[in-house]
């Protein structure tokens, strides 16, 4: 498959994902979106790889959606883009592997709304983080509004979104947007091997341990409860292959093989 602004490469069981805009910091537009789309529907090449990590060429993650693309947009094409952009970010958060965003430079607006659709972020120290849409007289519209309150809690959310100020990697790790700090030009370095880790564990508990996560978070924790008990239970019948060979690799003191 061709694209003009990703590249993707495999490392082993590792998928590599490189947003390639570096001219306009790899912000997001209607043809990035497409090639995304196309890109995390393709079925052969997910099913390839254990763990996905997305990065950005150059000196950004990823610097938001396209403010000059948007100046023409209608009110029609404007609804369009965050539906399409909210589209692509919920079939990487929904995606069967564990998604790392190795954010090596700015991750602003629609960028930091990318990263936070994927499970686990990494950033450079020298990184900023940000959603400065309150500055341009916008919102951010690919579910941020909706995705950072979840991840740092309301507060914190309306503190980011409303002052619009850019915040240092390190702030961002602690306030948990960020789960890992990597000197700078090592983030892809940090990140393979986070990801190499994750590649050895069971592909079915990672892929259920994010449908809980992800879906429970849209539940009460009664019925999430219920839904953690019933997929749990289905691990000691219906799908029983990978916790039988775990089990059984313990046991035996070897590792497992999946
Ligand atoms: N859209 C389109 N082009 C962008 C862009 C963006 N979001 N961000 C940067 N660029 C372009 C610049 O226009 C510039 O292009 P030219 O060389 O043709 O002028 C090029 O990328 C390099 O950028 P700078 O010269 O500005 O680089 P810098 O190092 O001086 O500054 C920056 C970097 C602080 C990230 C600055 O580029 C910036 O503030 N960018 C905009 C960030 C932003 O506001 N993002 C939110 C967008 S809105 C959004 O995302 C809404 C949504 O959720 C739907």
């Not at 994902?17 to 979106?33: G, I, K, M, Q, S």
């Not at 196309?38 to 990065?55: A, G, M, N, Y």
């Not at 880790?197 to 978070?217: D, H, Q, T, W, Y």
Request: include cysteine; charged fraction near 25%; glycine fraction near 10%.
């Amino acid at each position: 498959m061709h694209f003009n602004y990703l590249k993707f490469e495999k490392r082993d069981k590792i998928g590599i994902l490189t947003l390639n805009r570096p001219e306009a910091l790899n912000a997001l537009n209607e043809d990035v979106f497409k090639e995304l789309a196309c890109f995390l529907d393709d079925k052969e090449t997910i099913q390839s790889i254990r763990v996905l990590v997305i990065t950005g060429e150059g000196k950004a993650f990823i610097a938001g959606a396209d403010i000059k693309a948007m100046q023409e947009y209608s009110t029609q094409t404007a609804y369009d883009f965050s539906e399409i952009g909210k589209k692509v970010f919920d079939q990487i958060a929904n995606l069967d592997v564990p998604v790392i965003a190795a954010i090596n430079g700015f991750a602003l607006g629609g960028g930091l709304e990318l990263a936070l659709s994927c499970d686990i972020r990494v950033a450079s120290e020298k990184a900023r983080l940000g959603m400065p849409e309150v500055n341009l007289g916008l919102i951010p519209g690919f579910n941020g509004t909706q995705r950072l309150p979840r991840l740092v809690g309301a507060g914190n959310a309306m503190y980011l979104m409303m002052l619009g100020e850019g915040i240092t990697a390190g702030e961002a790790y602690q306030l948990g947007v960020v789960q890992k700090l990597a000197p700078p030009e090592t983030v892809l370095e940090v990140s393979l091997e986070l990801a190499g880790k994750i590649a050895s564990k069971s592909p079915n508990a990672l892929r259920l341990i994010k449908e809980m996560v992800r879906n429970g978070l849209e539940l009460s924790s009664k019925d999430a409860g219920k839904m953690e008990s019933k997929e749990f239970g289905r691990l000691f019948k219906e799908d029983q292959k990978e916790r039988e060979e775990g089990v059984t690799a313990f046991l035996e003191k070897r590792k497992p093989n999946w």
